[in-house]
């Protein structure tokens, strides 16, 4: 049997709300997120934030893609179309009404 992949963050607890740092109305960063069962033929990571206690039901706050296999993921990406850091990552924010950067 297959494991199950499991992404958990030091930041915060699992269905516990994210601290303000990581939002909006913080520094709005990124957490440090760990991933457990990657399948081994993976070739890159894709991750979507969907708020699911949002008024707009599965609100997406921001999709990284194209992430290179790795079990732990930095905080405080930079959004972005190419993160030379993280080898190619691409970061969007999406932001209902405002321009990515004013949310604050």
Avoid at 7 to 25: D, K, L, M
Avoid at 94 to 99: D, H, K, Q, T, V
Wanted: with cysteine; aromatic share 6%.
């Amino acid at each position: 049997m297959k494991s199950q992949l499991t992404v958990t963050s030091p930041a915060f607890e699992n269905e516990a709300v994210i601290p303000i740092q990581y939002t909006g109305r913080g520094e709005d960063i990124s957490p440090e997120l760990h991933l457990s069962a990657i399948n081994e033929n993976a070739k890159s990571l894709a991750i979507i934030m969907d708020d699911m206690g949002h008024p707009i039901p599965a609100y997406n706050h921001w999709v990284i893609w194209n992430i290179p296999v790795m079990e732990t993921i930095p905080s405080n990406i930079p959004y972005g179309p190419h993160i030379e850091e993280l080898n190619g990552v691409s970061v969007q924010r999406i932001c209902i009404g405002l321009p990515v950067g004013s949310a604050k």
